[in-house]
């Protein structure tokens, strides 16, 4: 299937519904049963993994089905826990693909990082492994987090953590890093000047 305006439309579209997800939680459950919403997730993330593998992603449609299948699982157990452990599950998921990035030949944040700057030095490579890591780290308390709100907090609570937050701490830790980094790499090219 060729990846058409239509297939892309539909891709932001889920996108945009997976980052809402807490939200709409939050508002569905008051207007039809946790076994709809449910439902409806595990749709909309089969979807998904179905335009990854039409798309030849095999690895992100991979993610995409087990990711379906544990909240199938989790349903069994309790409608209303599957839905609010989906942002533990998507958490755990990202970690796991970064810390695999690792043992490949290219962690993930250097492969962003190449994008830019194909010619990335030892410094840069350093660098990359380094933040990959600070990322893993966050995914794994972000999803502690997350896994606590989903056990112990109100709805109210889980919402805002996973719907706001989270998604803040995100951004805090993505823009942020660019000034960190444009300062290192400023006091590495001193320290390199000075050796010369």
């Not at 993610?63 to 755990?92: N, Q, T, W």
């Amino acid at each position: 299937m060729a990846w058409s305006v239509p297939n892309r439309i539909i891709t932001i579209v889920l996108a945009l519904t997976g980052i809402a997800y807490p939200v709409v939680v939050y508002f569905g459950l008051s207007v039809v049963s946790p076994r709809v919403i449910l439902v409806i997730a595990i749709a909309v993330v089969m979807l998904r993994a179905i335009m990854f593998f039409s798309a030849h992603k095999h690895g992100p449609g991979a993610i995409a089905s087990v990711v379906a299948l544990i909240l199938i699982l989790a349903g069994y157990a309790s409608d209303i826990l599957a839905l609010r452990f989906y942002p533990v599950i998507v958490s755990a998921t990202l970690a796991l693909i970064f810390t695999l990035s690792l043992f490949s030949a290219m962690p993930l944040i250097e492969r962003f990082a190449r994008i830019q700057t194909p010619d990335l030095d030892d410094y840069g490579v350093a660098y990359t492994r380094i933040l990959t890591k600070i990322w893993i780290g966050f995914f794994f308390i972000n999803g502690l987090i997350a896994f606590w709100t989903a056990l112990y907090a109100s709805i109210e609570v889980w919402t805002l953590y996973n719907g706001l937050i989270s998604y803040v701490l995100i951004a805090v830790l993505f823009f942020g890093e660019w000034p960190v980094r444009r300062i290192l790499k400023a006091r590495h090219q001193r320290h390199i000047d000075d050796r010369a």
